[in-house]
């Protein structure tokens, strides 16, 4: 392309909120053959809302003894019910700043909880929440993390199942159960935690997604879904978009995003990865174009070659055809 070709695309390219970080990345995105989208935030809203609360049918009669900082640390007994499940729940999720945690927290407020901060917070970037909280020391997150604590999952199943196949984000919360079990450091992955349910939030798909992935599809292009969440709910929003329950990687820790649009490009695709979240700086940085989008954080933007200034999907088509338009009138 020409200098002043390179010029109209990009000028045109700002007008349409698509920013371009130089000519060369213009014709870069020309040449891409395969788009992947982050969910998150990227195909979907990123607004959270609770949605669920599941209360597991206890196996010996319904309550749990658990240690209860606020009454001086003795240990007392506590009916499990939906509301003892929120409670918990949104106790240990106050610290964190994900959408996940402040869709739980604001919806045991509206439910009429009084939400206590967590004493003690850890965040596990993938999988959830380690806290200790006045009920005791609390897990709120996904399969693994529960797992990694020695917590037989099983019982939780067939709500996680149904949760996820309505699309929504299901996650266990679990008690650390019996005398002293609140003690101690949040770190210890030891603790005879005693599962109390499930809580679920559920997103909402963006109006253009679907579209965007029709028109990119039209295009010849490959289109990807990646996200950390799980597989079943990542299939439930790929069905809702239309992209293929063959290109969805799910279950992708924030650290391995990277290696998976490495996969992806490993038969000689160029892909552009589509992220917004400081999670997906790097696999931005591994694509052969990345692409932050709208409430991108400053880690993303960072990290990308094209930058869309709106939360659009529709504008990813757009970055495509100012590329292919620039460079088709010089030619
Ligand atoms: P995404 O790739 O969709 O942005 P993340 O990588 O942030 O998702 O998280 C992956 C999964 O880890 C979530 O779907 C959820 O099951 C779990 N998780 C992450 N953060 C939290 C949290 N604060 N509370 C509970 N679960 C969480
Ligand atoms: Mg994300």
Request: proline letters at 2%; a negative charge; one cysteine or more.
């Given at each position: 392309a020409t200098p002043?070709?390179?010029?109209?695309?990009t000028t045109i390219g700002?007008?349409?909120?698509?920013?371009?970080?130089?000519?060369?990345?213009?014709?870069?995105?020309?040449?891409?053959?395969?788009?992947v989208f982050d969910k998150t935030g990227t195909l979907t809203k990123g607004e959270m809302e609770l949605?669920?609360?599941?209360?597991?049918?206890?196996?010996?009669?319904?309550?749990?003894?658990?240690d209860a900082a606020a009454d001086g640390g003795a240990?007392?007994?506590?009916?499990?019910?939906?509301?003892?499940?929120?409670?918990?729940?949104?106790?240990?999720?106050?610290?964190s700043e994900h959408p996940l945690a402040e869709a739980i927290v604001e919806g045991a407020r509206e439910r009429g909880i009084e939400v206590e901060d967590a004493d003690e917070f850890e965040n596990v970037p993938g999988q959830g929440v380690r806290a200790t909280t006045s009920h005791g020391r609390v897990l709120v997150g996904n399969r693994?993390?529960?797992?990694?604590?020695?917590?037989?999952?099983?019982?939780?199943?067939?709500?996680?199942?149904?949760?996820?196949?309505?699309?929504?984000?299901?996650?266990?919360?679990?008690l650390a159960d019996g005398e002293g079990a609140g003690d101690g450091d949040i770190d210890a992955a030891a603790g005879d935690y005693r599962l109390l349910g499930v809580v679920a939030d559920a997103d909402t798909v963006k109006e253009s997604a679907e579209t965007a992935v029709a028109e990119l599809r039209e295009r010849g292009t490959d289109v990807w879904l990646i996200t950390g969440d799980n597989e079943r709910t990542?299939?439930?929003v790929a069905e809702q978009v239309g992209i293929d329950p063959g290109n969805v990687m799910a279950g992708v820790l924030p650290e391995d995003k990277a290696d998976a649009v490495e996969q992806i490009q490993s038969d000689g695709r160029r892909a552009m990865m589509v992220g917004d979240g400081v999670n997906d700086a790097p696999?931005?940085?591994?694509?052969?174009?990345?692409?932050?989008?709208?409430?991108?954080?400053?880690?993303?933007?960072?990290?990308?070659?094209?930058t869309l200034m709106r939360s659009d999907p529709l504008d990813v088509v757009k970055a495509v055809r100012v590329s292919e338009g620039t460079l088709s009138k010089i030619k």
């Open positions: 002043a070709a390179t010029m109209v695309g700002a007008q349409n909120g698509v920013l371009f970080e130089g000519g060369d990345i213009l014709e870069r995105v020309r040449d891409v053959d395969t788009v949605t669920d609360v599941v209360a597991l049918p206890a196996t010996d009669g319904g309550s749990v003894e658990h240990v007392v007994e506590s009916e499990v019910s939906e509301q003892f499940v929120l409670e918990v729940a949104a106790s240990a999720e106050s610290g693994t993390l529960l797992r990694e604590a020695g917590v037989d999952v099983t019982p939780a199943e067939d709500a996680m199942d149904r949760l996820e196949r309505e699309g929504k984000t299901a996650m266990l919360v679990a990542a299939e439930a696999a931005l940085a591994t694509a052969f174009v990345g692409c932050a989008i709208g409430s991108g954080t400053d880690v993303a933007i960072e990290a990308s070659d094209v």
